[in-house]
Nanobody, 121 residues
Framework: VQLVESGGGLVQAGGSLSLSCAAS????????VGWFRQTPGQKREWIAA????????AITDDVRDRFTLSRDNDKKTVSLQMNDLKPEDTGVYYC???????????????WGQGTQVTLPS
């Protein structure tokens, strides 16, 4: 499974970004796509996850009122729409795949290279 993130960038507080994760290769064992955020000096943080099959998803409480998650099975993409962005949203966002619906990063088998989201503090 190959995962490629896109859509990051520099944005002002209150702005929006839509991150995309494109999956390719053998995705038969990749039931779930998750999003994680990594900031310098901090632990990698789970943000959201969605299943390919049913589209059932979950988003961490911290951003649930601002972020939404969707997937396009035909295009094999998962999108993370981020609204009303705040400086604390700054970080590298990674998508990853797993055969388990989980917020535990250790259970994700494949990872993308990440996309940087930056908000001036």
């Amino acid at each position: 499974v190959q995962l490629v993130e896109s859509g990051g960038g520099l944005v002002q507080a209150g702005g929006s970004l839509s991150l995309s994760c494109a999956a390719s290769g053998s995705t038969s064992s990749s039931e779930v796509v998750g999003w994680f955020r990594q900031t310098p000096g901090q632990k990698r943080e789970w943000i959201a996850a969605i299943t390919w099959n049913t589209g059932a998803g979950a988003i961490t409480d911290d951003v649930r009122d601002r972020f939404t998650l969707s997937r396009d099975n035909d295009k094999k993409t998962v999108s993370l729409q981020m609204n009303d962005l705040k400086p604390e949203d700054t970080g590298v966002y990674y998508c990853a795949s797993s055969n388990t619906f989980t917020n535990q990063g250790s259970l994700y088998n494949y990872w993308g290279q990440g996309t940087q989201v930056t908000l001036p503090s």
